[in-house]
């Protein structure tokens, strides 16, 4: 498949107009007590537009070293992205919650680690487990080539 085929291949769920929220982390497998989570918790979801999402990884991401570059969890086998999708903005706090809760629950499973560009303003906890056992390297490089800071619209590393 083109990547760009690949690429949007989910773009009719995401139309403007339709309101989104996901919380994100790696998993290293699915654990039966993992799927009794996610089977419970989608009885209880507020939109028909709705889904969890398992993005499988491994594989060549997996064969490159995790000093390689700035990704490092590089042992997840799975991304697990509860998403909703909804429309009419009352009911925000139900569609809100229902992930949170999804991700909660499943948070004893997850590696800990999360994909960068998965990432909304979730606060420096959760960009250092994007960046795992490169965070600190990364400030090095951050400090040494940015030390103002200049690139920070992004999910930012701070400059030591």
């Given at each position: 498949?083109?990547?760009?085929?690949?690429?949007?291949?989910?773009?009719?769920?995401?139309?403007?107009?339709?309101?989104?929220?996901?919380?994100?982390?790696?998993?290293?497998?699915?654990?039966?007590?993992?799927?009794?989570?996610?089977?419970?918790?989608?009885?209880?979801?507020?939109?028909?537009q709705s889904l969890i999402a398992?993005?499988?990884?491994?594989?060549?991401?997996?064969?490159?070293?995790?000093?390689?570059?700035?990704?490092?969890?590089?042992?997840?086998?799975?991304?697990?992205?509860?998403?909703?999708?909804?429309?009419?903005?009352?009911?925000?706090?139900?569609?809100?919650?229902?992930?949170?809760?999804?991700?909660?629950?499943?948070?004893?499973?997850s590696t800990g680690g999360v994909?960068?560009?998965?990432?909304?303003?979730?606060?420096?906890?959760?960009?250092?487990?994007?960046?795992?056992?490169?965070?600190?390297?990364?400030?090095?490089?951050?400090?040494?080539?940015d030390p103002d800071n200049v690139?920070?619209?992004?999910?930012?590393?701070?400059?030591?």
């Open positions: 498949m083109p990547y760009v085929d690949l690429q949007a291949s989910a773009d009719d769920l995401f139309l403007p107009g339709r309101r989104f929220y996901w919380k994100t982390h790696f998993l290293h497998r699915l654990d039966d007590g993992l799927i009794d989570v996610l089977l419970d918790r989608f009885e209880h979801v507020p939109s028909p398992m993005q499988p990884l491994g594989g060549a991401i997996a064969r490159v070293p995790v000093g390689a570059t700035a990704f490092a969890n590089r042992d997840a086998m799975i991304d697990l992205i509860p998403t909703s999708i909804w429309e009419d903005h009352a009911t925000d706090a139900a569609n809100i919650t229902w992930v949170r809760d999804i991700w909660q629950a499943s948070r004893r499973f994909y960068v560009n998965n990432l909304g303003d979730e606060g420096d906890e959760r960009v250092q487990d994007a960046y795992g056992a490169n965070f600190r390297r990364l400030i090095e490089v951050k400090t040494k080539y690139f920070r619209m992004n999910q930012n590393i701070r400059p030591a």
